[in-house]
């Protein structure tokens, strides 16, 4: 079986144990989602709280995206 037949998680699980990076940005995106959730709570948001969703938003993704571009440098670097 070579590494593009392999799935996602396991593909992740491999990453968490080799990549320390890889490791953190998984919490950093996991911790950015947990504080999302808290303004899904509120009826309203503050002009703040609303510049604060953003950018937490904005750094979810930014994690997200490198999450991604990780997992595509393994399949292809190790296929």
Known sequence: M???EVSEE???E???TENPEFSQLEQEHRRLDKELMQFETH???S???EFERRRLQ???LAAK???TDMIRHFRT???
């Open 2 to 4: 070579n590494v593009a």
């Open 58 to 60: 904005k750094l979810k």
């Open 65 to 67: 995206d490198k999450i």
């Open 14 to 16: 491999k990453l968490r």
């Open 47 to 49: 002009p703040e709280e």
């Open 77 to 79: 670097g190790n296929a």
């Open 43 to 45: 009826v309203y948001l």
């Open 10 to 12: 396991v593909v992740r």
